[in-house]
């Protein structure tokens, strides 16, 4: 696959990190608001810097074990947010997506995982696409299901985070699940309405 990649969705785009975003990725990974939902405890500078660096080399690598993205707004390259795809075995991957507290609510974060489980089913021509979720992290859990995802289970004690292990939800889509048109929201709300009307 070529590198630098960008991807483009209808209200961010994706794109390869770089040592610039060092202050933007801080304000992120920095803020207990938003590390509260994910895997990993509030992080320093020097964390900062050293994630974008392990970003940057590990995308240049072959083959290419991940796609970590930043997420900025169309027309402004800002980082706003970080979306992964870890290949996590024969043509699978884990998704994970994180947005700045101050730009929640406004659709970017479930336009960047849309955009980048688009090109992994499209692209990359996986298989299977899969995000462990904290329980009580329901607009991340609404987000994944808008997009098709269905609930497979619980992961026991998953990670440890803000001193204490947290139980995961794990949710799934696989490739012959995702539209063709790339609109999962529309799919679903079809699939729904087809559902309610079978009653």
């Given at each position: 696959m070529p590198y630098p990649i960008r991807i483009t969705g209808d209200s961010v785009v994706l794109r390869e990190f770089s040592m610039r975003d060092v202050d933007d990725v801080l304000e992120i990974i920095g803020d207990h608001k938003v590390t509260a939902w994910l895997s990993f405890d509030s992080r320093s500078r020097d964390e900062a810097i050293a994630m974008i660096e392990g970003a940057v080399e590990r995308a240049q690598q072959e083959?290419?074990?991940?796609?970590?993205?930043?997420?900025t707004k169309r027309g402004d390259d800002r980082v706003i947010g970080f979306t992964r795809i870890g290949f996590a075995g024969v043509k699978a991957g884990k998704l994970g997506y994180a947005v700045a507290?101050?730009?929640?609510?406004?659709?970017?974060?479930?336009?960047?995982?849309?955009?980048?489980v688009a090109y992994a089913f499209g692209e990359l021509a996986l298989h299977?696409?899969?995000?462990?979720?904290?329980?009580?992290?329901?607009?991340?859990?609404?987000?994944?299901?808008r997009l098709g995802f269905?609930?497979?289970g619980v992961l026991r004690d998953h990670v440890f985070t803000?001193?204490?292990w947290r139980d995961s939800v794990l949710f799934s889509v696989l490739a012959h699940e995702w539209p063709a048109d790339g609109d999962p929201v529309r799919a679903v709300r079809e699939r729904d309405a087809h559902r309610r009307a079978g009653r």
């Open positions: 083959p290419r074990t991940e796609y970590y993205l930043a997420v507290a101050e730009e929640w609510g406004r659709g970017y974060a479930t336009d960047a995982a849309r955009s980048l299977r696409v899969s995000a462990a979720i904290g329980p009580e992290n329901t607009p991340s859990i609404a987000l994944v299901e269905t609930r497979e803000n001193g204490a």
